[in-house]
Nanobody, 127 residues
Framework: QVHVVESGGGLVQAGGSLRLSCATS????????MGWFRQGPGNERECVAA????????YYANSVKGRFTISRDNAKNQVYLQMNSLKPEDTAVYYC????????????????????WGQGTQVTVSS
């Protein structure tokens, strides 16, 4: 079993920044492609950023390009989402997800491709 735990959400004013963290535990010596998703009120869960196991390949949704940065530290089993220039429309529950993979460069942006999910962390951006 793999455990995924997000942290770092909160309330921030428009234009501000937040850094989300995601910790994985459970299966050691395993490679995971990782993704950050979000789900706002009445919306589908969408991928905002994803990163390969090796860290060299990334994906960003058009709505967050240039504002969000995904990174990872495999030695610490951590993945991060740095969110800058936040907008009210970024308000959502943010979820971290993991996919067990044998491919160093694999990047996944579809919800159905991830097996392991965290409980989510709320991000609220006030105008």
């Amino acid at each position: 079993q793999v455990h995924v735990v997000e942290s770092g959400g909160g309330l921030v004013q428009a234009g501000g920044s937040l850094r989300l963290s995601c910790a994985t535990s459970g299966r050691i010596y395993s490679n995971y492609a990782m993704g950050w998703f979000r789900q706002g009120p009445g919306n589908e869960r969408e991928c905002v950023a994803a990163i390969s196991w090796g860290g060299g390949s990334t994906y960003y949704a058009n709505s967050v390009k240039g504002r969000f940065t995904i990174s990872r530290d495999n030695a610490k089993n951590q993945v991060y989402l740095q969110m800058n220039s936040l907008k009210p429309e970024d308000t959502a529950v943010y979820y971290c997800a993991a996919h067990l993979t044998a491919m160093v460069r694999q990047v996944l942006s579809s919800r159905g491709e991830y097996e392991y999910w965290g409980q989510g962390t709320q991000v609220t951006v006030s105008s």
